[in-house]
């Protein structure tokens, strides 16, 4: 079993910044792909970012590509996002996910995660 438990969210301006971390706890963390996603009210749920465990190779979403960052500290067992530049448009839930298949498989999918952490609040204001 896996335990995520992201923290770092809150109220902050446009063009501010936030690093939301992902505290993972269980099965081997450097090993498994993790992945961020966020909701907004009364929306599905998007991703943002995922690491590759194996490769540490990155992928980001159109939207938040060149702002955001996602890293890892495997001595913590814990992922970080870096959110730069924030926009109100990132205004969601942002969520923590761990795939443990070791596979090749779609990282934008949330179907395709096994894990998720309670979330994270995150506020942008104009």
């Known amino acids: 079993q896996v335990q995520l438990v992201e923290s770092g969210g809150g109220l902050v301006q446009a063009g501010d910044s936030l690093r939301l971390s992902c505290a993972a706890s269980?099965?081997?963390?450097?090993?498994?792909?993790m992945g961020w996603f966020r909701q907004a009210p009364g929306k599905e749920r998007e991703f943002v970012a995922a690491i590759i465990g194996r490769t540490g190779l990155t992928y980001y979403a159109d939207s938040v590509k060149g702002r955001f960052t996602i890293s890892r500290d495997n001595a913590l067992n814990t992922v970080y996002m870096q959110m730069n530049s924030q926009k109100p448009e990132d205004t969601a839930v942002y969520y923590c996910a761990v795939n443990l298949g070791g596979s090749v498989f779609t990282v934008r999918r949330v179907a395709n995660y096994d894990y998720w952490g309670q979330g994270t609040q995150v506020t942008v204001s104009s």
């Open positions: 269980g099965r081997t963390f450097s090993s498994n792909t």
